[in-house]
């Protein structure tokens, strides 16, 4: 049974700059929401409510959101029952501990700062900036997997080959239409030297081993602690498995990607579909009618 969750939300956010200066990318909000609420959402979903937070300078409105503001609270009840009801919604949603990494040394490194939190038992980790929409929620599905495999879980989509530099791959047999036997885990391959055109998707579950295998793993690229690395250690003599998520991966922290996110999650909200499909279509229209004249 998985009962804690680990998600890294500590990162610079470069690629996001100059919005990620002096505000966290997971707290970019699609509409309404910041990405990690959904990102804690998807946890709670999954039956996980213990949830530590790795957080770093920069870092104190994620606290601040999943903290109580009785002066807001008492501000908005008078006014809209609705939107009080979120409010206090967000508070209790889980049992949220949040830890620094005082230097970002990387996600293994991040992940590292969960040891005494996460202790002897298997734990999921959920990339604070990146949302996947799914019917079954994504966690769920690999803690599915763990416990027909008792063995660490890493999510991965399919990507287009001509994108496969640009992401961690794993290689390995097939168990059944979703699930690998990993024996390979390369970072960001050529195309021809790529195992599959199959992505680490950001969602994982972890056995405790992999704290052993952190305190071992070198800095890699960036200078920095991959996570990468260190299950490639474990790979050694554990077995590791992929599934391929069912669901729609954004990773928010790249610019276009948050547009793209914006954009189709508007069109699913009841208050926004009809309005907002129609601005899309006119405005498509206007750019068909300036490229014919
Ligand atoms: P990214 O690789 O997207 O990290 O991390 P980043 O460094 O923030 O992004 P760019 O490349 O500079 O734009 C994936 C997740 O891991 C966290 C990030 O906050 C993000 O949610 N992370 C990354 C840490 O917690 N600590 C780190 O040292 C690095």
Known sequence: MIKKAV???AG???????AT?????EMLPIIDTPTIQYVVQECVDSGIEDILIISGKGKRSIEDHFDRNIELEAHIQEQDETLYNQLRHI????????????????????IYHARFHCG???????????????????TQQLIDAYEQYHQSVIAVEEVPWDKVSRYGIVGGA???DRIMQINELVEKPSRDKAPSN???AGRY??????????EKTERGKNNEIQLTDALRIILKHENIVASTIEGKRYDIGNKLDFLKTTVEFALKRKEFAVPFEAFLRKTINDIDGKVKN
């Open 12 to 18: 610079f956010g470069t690629r996001f700059l100059p």
């Open 120 to 138: 002897n038992e298997a734990f999921a980790v959920l990339l604070g900036d990146t949302i996947i929409d799914s019917v079954i929620p994504v």
């Open 174 to 176: 097939p168990l059944n």
């Open 205 to 214: 579950v972890l056995t405790p081993e992999i704290f052993e295998a952190l």
């Open 21 to 25: 200066k002096a505000q966290p990318k």
């Open 7 to 9: 998600i890294p939300a």
């Open 91 to 110: 508070e209790s949603m889980a049992n949220i501990h949040f830890i620094r990494q005082k230097e970002l040394n990387g996600l293994g490194d991040a």
């Open 198 to 200: 199959l992505a680490i």
